[in-house]
């Protein structure tokens, strides 16, 4: 079935994409990656970019299934099996149990995003939540968000591996990202209700 993979990267993951190419490349995978500069903003700021890119992929190539990757894995397998899922939406989702609660949190790691009404509702609902993203939130966050905002999406869960086509890394712990931590957040929203806070206190950090 027809399809591309596609995603972004930043010029000091440009390793991490050459390594990503070379696999796509071995499993005739067709594919359009973007190169981007670094935004300033921190790690969180730069993954929210993710909902423009897939909106700007959805315009190159209309009609066509969509696997999104995060430059930091390698293809395994036949993308090609992904490609005929029967959603709008595919992608893997943890579920954690902290104390007295339980979370799902949906990796962006790997999507499969298929030429539906509703993947483009939920997309653009995503980049929206993206534009102006709170404090220390990131992509998997505003997805999160931006599920509030559309009903009637079918989302079906994969696996870390997609079926064995794909192999995930951690590019961010490699690279020393520092990360928005809860403690953090709380710093922020103290700072902001004291009219405090400012553009600069996230300072930069690379893009995964």
Not at 43 to 63: D, I, Q, S
Not at 64 to 77: R, S
Request: proline share 4%.
């Amino acid at each position: 079935m027809e399809y591309v993979a596609f995603g972004w990267y930043t010029p000091d993951y440009a390793a991490w994409f050459h390594q990503l190419e070379a696999s796509l490349i071995d499993h005739g995978a067709r594919y359009y990656f973007k190169r981007v500069p670094v935004l300033p903003g921190g790690w969180e700021r730069n993954t929210c970019r993710k909902a423009e890119f897939v909106l700007a992929a959805m315009e190159e190539f209309p009609g066509v299934p969509l696997i999104l990757l995060d430059v930091d894995c390698v293809v395994t397998g036949d993308l090609s099996r992904l490609a005929g899922l029967q959603c709008d939406v595919a992608l893997n989702s943890v579920t954690t149990h902290k104390r007295r609660r339980v979370n799902v949190v949906m990796q962006t790691g790997h999507m499969v995003l298929n030429p539906t009404a509703k993947m483009h509702e939920l997309m653009q609902a995503w980049a929206r939540r993206s534009a102006q993203p709170e404090y220390g939130l990131n992509d998997q966050e505003t997805l999160a968000l931006a599920l509030n905002d559309v009903h009637g999406v079918s989302i079906m869960h994969i696996d870390s591996t997609a079926y064995g086509t794909i192999k995930h890394f951690c590019a961010s712990k490699a690279h020393g990202v520092r990360k928005v931590n809860g403690r953090a957040r709380f710093k922020h929203r103290i700072l902001s209700a004291l009219g405090l806070a400012h553009a600069g206190f996230n300072a930069p950090e690379r893009a995964a």
